[in-house]
Every structure is written in structure tokens, then in C-alpha cells.
């Protein structure tokens, strides 16, 4: 497992790229934990996101749109204790069209659930459910 996550992190590192300066776009790619300055332009970096609210039997479901709303985007889960807005550095580092970066109930924007119902992240399988029958009915 050690090696499969060292692997993973290789691969993740190797396409960050982080934005040195917000007046002259410059790159920081991290390779095999190494610097290099690119002063080229991130391909599909999209500056600017959309708040978007889902509703859901207990509320509302809260997320940030990035990119093109007329294709299917990566849908991006936050962990424990976290919300959409993990998001914001690590989406105009990748290369798709568009990203939907949810907040799970009871987190961020997103409506807590009814008294009496426990969190387990499970309901992140439900809440995507709820998500594509919203978008894709």
C-alpha cells in the first residue's frame, strides 16, 4: 500500500503546477520533488467559479462550478471536516473543461442533516445521486 501511495503522490506531483504570481501568470511544476519555474500559461485554467445550490429533501446542497456548464464535469468530494473551497487552489492546475466541487451535507454552504441522523461519508454516494438526477433528469 506504502508503494501504491508513493506511486499516486509521484504521478500528482509531477502535473501541480501552483501559480507564482496572479499579474504575470508563471508555473511552479513539482517533478519527483523538484522546482521548475514555466513562465507558459496553464492551458484550461479557469479563473473564475460558479456557486451553484442543489436541493435536496433536507435543504440544499452547495458546490462551486468551474468551467463549461454544458458538459459533464469531475465531480470532486471533500474529506472529513472540509469543503468545496479545498478545491480552489488545486482546479486551475488541471487539465478538464469542467470541475463540480460539492460540500457534503452538514459542511461548507450545504444544509445540515434533520436532528437525529448521523453523518457517515457514505452520504456522499446519495448526494451524488442527487446531483446527476438534478443535472441530468
Known amino acids: 500500500l506504502s508503494k501504491e501511495i508513493n506511486s499516486f503522490r509521484e504521478k500528482m506531483l509531477t502535473k501541480l503546477h501552483y501559480f507564482c504570481s496572479s499579474q504575470n501568470i508563471q508555473t511552479v511544476v513539482y517533478k519527483s520533488g523538484k522546482r521548475f519555474i514555466s513562465s507558459s500559461p496553464l492551458k484550461?485554467?479557469?479563473?473564475?467559479?460558479?456557486?451553484?445550490?442543489?436541493?435536496?429533501?433536507?435543504?440544499?446542497?452547495?458546490?462551486?462550478?468551474?468551467?463549461?456548464?454544458?458538459?459533464?464535469?469531475?465531480?470532486?468530494?471533500?474529506?472529513?471536516?472540509?469543503?468545496?473551497?479545498?478545491?480552489?487552489?488545486?482546479v486551475p492546475m488541471l487539465e478538464v473543461d469542467a470541475v463540480l466541487a460539492l460540500d457534503i451535507p452538514g459542511h461548507g454552504w450545504s444544509s445540515h442533516l434533520p436532528q437525529g441522523f448521523p453523518y457517515d461519508f457514505m452520504d456522499a454516494v446519495s448526494l451524488m445521486r442527487f446531483v446527476i438526477r438534478h443535472y441530468y433528469k
Open 44 to 90: 484550461n485554467v479557469q479563473h473564475m467559479c460558479t456557486e451553484i445550490r442543489i436541493p435536496v429533501p433536507w435543504g440544499h446542497v452547495a458546490g462551486k462550478w468551474w468551467g463549461r456548464q454544458d458538459v459533464q464535469p469531475v465531480l470532486s468530494l471533500h474529506g472529513v471536516q472540509d469543503n468545496a473551497a479545498t478545491f480552489d487552489k488545486l
